[in-house]
């Protein structure tokens, strides 16, 4: 079933496209993708991971599959080691990042593969698992903007021994070119393709994760583990233009505060300037507030949200010729720094991020989802078929990535590839951050702090985005360069 790929490797997309060849569906090629990720982006993504997919064509109702991270303590341990905060250098931005046994949340990316492939897959598990177990194996050659991540993340992933040990074996961190094989890690894929998720949530996987973190004072236990399943929830819905956005609802964060930006811009004629977008952008940001993060688990609340107002990770998208769409967003973080022995499985540090705990850390009760930032997206096109599907990387970063990317789609006319190379800017914090070749005269006149970047920077997400053409029907992808994206044709 030919299709296109965008996704964050080359090996990634390669896996994904493969599986389009030889006749898998789009779900099939993500699934598939987000298991040769698990190899080629260790440090971002993993079995220790959590994310969102978004699935919607061929007639069918849009659905949302969460399989984020969730926060434990149902066994009421509320003791835990001290989170260790460590300093990562984007070149020209600094950000703090908090990693350490007691960052580590539960994990959904077992669970979330699994449920996948039992809906909506063509292709036996087993078969969509044999590339990357082989991968795992043999190992990968290091991009240039994979050697970057080992090395500005260096400080997390040596702070546990087996981490130090799986990612850097020649007692440093990989350089371009170099081959690295996560033997571990194949057996951890191995053992979902072949068991499902049980192990990982009660079996033995599960009881290793729980003793060692115990041992280190963690908090994860067995009941928390247990009592993990994937949600499905209804896409939220927006209206743009003479078109539809899905994304990603409530408890999430980050699909809410997109939608309510684009809503902003629906009322503006297209061609935001940059003073439009930041003042957009800006409004976004201000209603996140704590009022705002304790709504997102009330029932209703998107609703309520738009009305009263309105009177990231890795990414892959996916859009097969039968016009079945399929936009995954997986994190880790940046990684807790703790790798259970025997499993090659990474666990996030997604309780030690400051973007998903703005009201401190431990905060959130138990079982609650954490409310992430990241946001698999899907244009409908005027005749109500996916015309557009993306997602990115990126933390507080990824909404203003994708508003732009779609603003440069739909209302700029670019093609994908222009859409997603395209220079970005980011508000937060009362500062504006720019990539080069943004006329930055009116917001400098405003009064704005700008932090310029010298040079496009993963700091501003990685979108990867597949659209079809409304009138050709021709299909075409592009991975973002920030963050090595490669979009393939199969």
């Known amino acids: ?84 905060a460590v300093e990562v250098s984007f070149g020209d931005a600094v950000q703090s ?39 795992a194996e043999q190992g990968v050659e290091v991009t240039s903007q994979q050697a970057y991540l080992f090395e500005i ?18 007692g440093r961190p990989p350089r371009v070119g170099e081959v690295l094989a996560l033997p571990e890690l194949a057996q951890g894929i191995a053992l979902l393709a072949e068991e499902g998720p049980a192990p990982f949530y009660t079996g033995e996987v599960a009881a290793g994760v729980v003793a060692l973190l115990e041992s280190l004072g963690g908090v994860v236990s067995a009941e928390d583990l247990a009592a993990y399943e994937v949600v499905t929830r209804t896409p939220l819905e927006v209206p743009f233009r003479d078109r539809v956005v899905l994304t990603n609802p409530p408890p999430s964060a980050g699909g809410v505060l997109l939608a309510y930006a684009l ?42 949200f738009m009305t009263n107002r309105l009177g990231s990770t890795t990414h892959i998208s996916v859009l097969d010729s039968n016009g079945l769409a399929c936009s995954v967003t997986c994190t880790n973080g940046e990684g807790s720094g703790v790798v259970v022995p025997g499993t090659g499985l990474h666990l996030n540090n997604m309780l030690g991020e400051e973007d998903l705990s703005p009201l401190g850390f431990f905060t959130h009760p138990p079982g609650r989802r954490l409310p992430s930032m990241m946001a698999p997206t899907l244009v409908l096109g005027p005749d109500g078929d996916p015309e557009l599907v993306l997602g990115s990387a990126g933390s507080n970063r990824i909404r203003s990535a994708l508003l732009q990317v779609i603003l ?38 405003a009064g704005y702090e700008i932090a310029r970047f010298r040079a496009p920077n993963l700091f501003f997400g990685g979108v990867q985005a597949v659209r079809k053409d409304g009138r050709s029907g021709r299909l075409s992808g592009a991975g973002d360069p920030r963050r090595g994206g490669v979009a393939l044709a199969a």
């Open 1 to 84: 079933m030919p299709g296109v790929i965008a996704a964050g490797h080359p090996v990634t997309a390669q896996a994904g496209a493969d599986v389009l060849r030889d006749g898998g569906n789009a779900v099939d090629s993500a699934v598939a993708a987000m298991l040769a990720s698990f190899v080629a982006e260790p440090l971002l993504t993993g079995l220790g991971s959590g994310g969102y997919m978004l699935v919607a064509g061929q007639g069918q109702e849009p659905v949302l599959l969460d399989f984020i991270v969730e926060v434990p303590g149902r066994n009421g341990v509320t003791e835990r080691a001290p989170l260790r």
């Open 408 to 445: 440069n789609a739909i209302d700029g006319g670019l093609d994908i590839e222009q859409a997603v190379k395209q220079s970005r800017l980011h508000f937060e914090q009362g500062v504006v951050y720019a990539e080069p070749g943004i006329e930055l005269g009116g917001l400098e006149q």
């Open 263 to 304: 809503s902003l811009l629906q009322r503006e004629a297209p061609g935001a300037s940059p003073e439009g977008l930041v003042a957009v952008m800006q409004a976004a940001q201000a209603e996140r507030t704590p009022e705002f993060l304790s709504g997102l688990d009330r029932p209703g609340f998107a609703d309520c």
């Open 97 to 135: 990042f908090h990693v350490g046994p007691s960052s580590a949340g539960i994990y959904g990316a077992p669970a979330g593969v699994f449920e996948a492939n039992r809906r909506y897959g063509s292709v036996s598990l087993a078969e969509l698992a044999a590339r990357a177990i082989e991968l």
């Open 153 to 170: 993340l260096a400080p997390i992933i040596t702070t546990g021994p087996e981490c130090s040990a799986s990612y850097f074996p020649r």
